[in-house]
């Protein structure tokens, strides 16, 4: 006898269809999760820097680089133009003051020496013929004068006789009369020989000092002309060490042309170079500090260069305290500028994220560790290790500080170890 036989309801084909189904559904469920809400990705740990925010002591500084210099420097100009004929030194000898240098040689200004010597020599000679002249005048007018004093003499003498022997009746008015007369006469010759000495004495002595003064005049103009020949000779200025000497055996300078300088050698400054968006905060006064040999040394700025070339203008700083017995002439320091006085700040230390973020954002972690998630912050003043934190983090946040390049627009960073 025949059976029916019931068919089963899960056969191979619709349990296949089932699961087809089930698997388009989360697909769809898993792609509708994954595309809404936040953008996530899967980072590890140890391919990023995580950072804790602290608060502490904040200075703004930034960092600069200096030459060292010598505190001051003497250039060495051509006074005189010419030949260079002998060098005594060379370029870096440590010298001393009027040492000499190196010797030129001028054919033109020694002839013009020898011109001024033969015109000093033959003004002095013009001058003793003046004097000689004044003293024979002075002779000759005294002589006349003795001779004018003893003619007076004798015409009184014999005027005052005949006036007795006339009040006498002993001599006629004829003879009394004669002798008045020459004596009046010489008492006039007097007179006028006293006027012309004082006239000739006045005018003897303004011809000594015109002469005295030409005869001066000579000499400083003497003395100039060997001292411009004596400039022939370059000698040092001060001591220190000759650098950039340029002048070689048989080479013509021109007057005014640079030779060589001398560096003095009593301390250093540093020249430093600062970006021009800092021109407005830079001031005398201000100090930095650098490390020379594992020891920290602080300077001070001493001028400012307002001059910007290139987008950069500089400033001359000093050691507040003895300079480094290490540093040389040309070596280049890094130094930490401060541009604020230490203060207490909340401190993110600086990374790679400020460049995708321009510090308007961070990840920072969950309590647990597990996720980073965006936050918005903003950040202040800076040095060359933080960031000043102003608003969006308190300390004990610990966030991601190491570069974002790789993060485009995820929202959450699912870290992993």
């Not at 936050?375 to 610990?398: A, H, S």
């Amino acid at each position: 006898m025949d059976r029916v036989i019931q068919k089963s309801k899960w056969n191979a084909k619709r349990i296949l269809t089932i699961a087809g189904i089930a698997g388009i559904v989360a697909l769809i469920a898993g792609s509708v999760y994954f595309t809404s809400g936040k953008s996530k990705l899967n980072v590890d740990t140890e391919r990023i820097t995580i950072s804790e925010i602290k608060k502490g002591a904040f200075q703004e500084n930034i960092p600069v680089n200096g030459i060292v210099l010598p505190l001051s420097t003497i250039y060495l100009d051509a006074l005189e133009g010419g030949r260079v004929e002998e060098k005594f030194v060379e370029d870096g000898a440590m010298m001393k003051k009027d040492q000499p240098i190196l010797r030129l040689s001028n054919t033109d200004l020694e002839l013009q020496l020898a011109n001024q010597e033969t015109q000093v020599f033959n003004v002095l000679t013009q001058m003793q013929i003046a004097k000689n002249n004044v003293e024979q005048n002075s002779i000759s007018r005294q002589n006349q004068d003795a001779d004018v004093d003893n003619a007076l003499k004798e015409a009184e003498r014999v005027y005052n006789l005949n006036k007795k022997l006339y009040d006498q009746k002993v001599i006629g008015s004829q003879d009394y009369q004669s002798s008045k007369n020459l004596y009046e006469y010489q008492l006039r010759r007097k007179k006028l020989t006293e006027q012309i000495m004082k006239t000739d004495a006045v005018s003897m002595k303004q011809q000594v000092e015109q002469a005295t003064e030409s005869y001066e005049q000579m000499k400083r103009s003497l003395a100039l002309m060997r001292k411009k020949v004596g400039d022939l000779i370059v000698r040092a200025p001060v001591d220190g060490q000759l650098t950039s000497l340029d002048a070689e055996i048989g080479e013509s300078k021109n007057k005014g042309q640079r030779l060589g300088q001398i560096d003095v050698m009593s301390g250093f400054k540093v020249r430093v170079d600062i970006d021009e968006h800092y021109i407005s905060r830079i001031f005398v006064g201000l100090t930095g500090s650098c490390d020379i040999a594992g020891k920290s040394y602080q300077l001070k700025i001493k001028k400012v260069y307002t001059q910007v070339t290139n987008g950069r203008f500089q400033v001359d700083m000093e050691f507040t305290d003895k300079a480094p017995e290490s540093i040389r002439r040309g070596q280049t320091l890094q130094i930490r500028l401060a541009l604020s006085d230490e203060t207490q700040a909340i401190l993110v230390p600086k990374g790679g994220f400020y460049q995708q973020t321009g510090g308007n954002w961070i990840f920072k972690l969950n309590e647990n560790g597990t996720i980073a998630y965006k936050v918005d912050i903003q950040l202040g003043r800076q040095n060359p290790d933080f960031y000043e934190v102003l608003g969006g983090l308190k300390p004990g946040d610990k966030v991601v500080t190491s570069s974002y390049e790789n993060y485009g627009t995820m929202q959450e960073l699912i870290l992993k170890k």
